[in-house]
């Protein structure tokens, strides 16, 4: 397994978020970007994760087209 120190992975979300192009970046103004070591219990119940499933990512709310 391969481990990220929490500081390092919100660096590289945040310089994964500075790549994205402009106009990109400019609609998700108002989204929330979340980090978790663990999926909420609530969440693994709701996704039937197992004990032995991890969540990677996930989007909550209402997409816009």
Do not use: W
């Not at 945040?14 to 402009?22: G, H, M, Q, R, V």
């Not at 990109?24 to 980090?35: F, T």
């Not at 999926?39 to 969540?55: A, C, I, K, N, Y």
């Amino acid at each position: 397994m391969y481990v990220v120190e929490q500081a390092t992975f919100e660096d590289m979300v945040d310089n994964a978020l500075a790549a994205l192009p402009k106009n990109h970046r400019e609609k998700i103004n108002n989204v929330a970007i979340v980090i978790e070591d663990e999926p909420s219990p609530e969440q693994r119940q709701v996704l039937r994760l197992r004990g032995d499933q991890t969540l990677f990512g996930l989007y909550q709310g209402t997409p816009l087209n």
